[in-house]
């Protein structure tokens, strides 16, 4: 038996309300250029627009401009979507209250979560949006998923509830150490001053 192996998320599709509703969302308060649209090519009674979340890949909406909107929160049953998370640098987290309260959007505030900072709000059809932002960068030539990997096998060996950022900066050290060579006989943390 062999695997099917996915290589990242190819794209997300939701279904909208109207088209004009969609790219606002989408583009007008998330800043996703708004790329194409066509046809919902299984319903012709739906368009199909499709928006770049900043990592080239793409978040899809069937539309419909007979179908309203409703801001009350989307099913959270099991097998449904809990939320989507999309990711901001720190400079545009920080920010985000400010922006959101410009909109007049109710939003959970800075939420920290160990590993990284995040807000909470619905979208015009009550679907949870989460703006989620790292607080480190990787090592060259590692992944944010090769870190917390590592952060996470620091933080049960400690006994440690949660990731935070202790075992985020012992896990970029075990990461560089492993990767990266040196002609250091002695890589052991050492104090210059003494």
Known sequence: MRKLQTQGVHHITLT?????????????VLGMPFVFDQPNLDNPDEGHVYFDPGDGRLITVFTNETRKGTPDRTPTDPGCVHHIAFNVSQATFWQAVERLDERGIDHSGPRDRGF?????????????????????????GCTHADVLLRAHRIRVARGDYNIDRIHLADAIEELVSARQDSLSGDRAPKDPWR
């Open 16 to 28: 909208g309300a109207d088209r004009q509703s969609t790219i606002d969302f989408w583009e007008g």
């Open 116 to 140: 990284m900072d995040s807000i909470y709000f619905k979208d015009p059809l009550g679907l949870l949006i989460e703006l989620a932002s790292y607080r480190f960068e990787p090592p060259v």
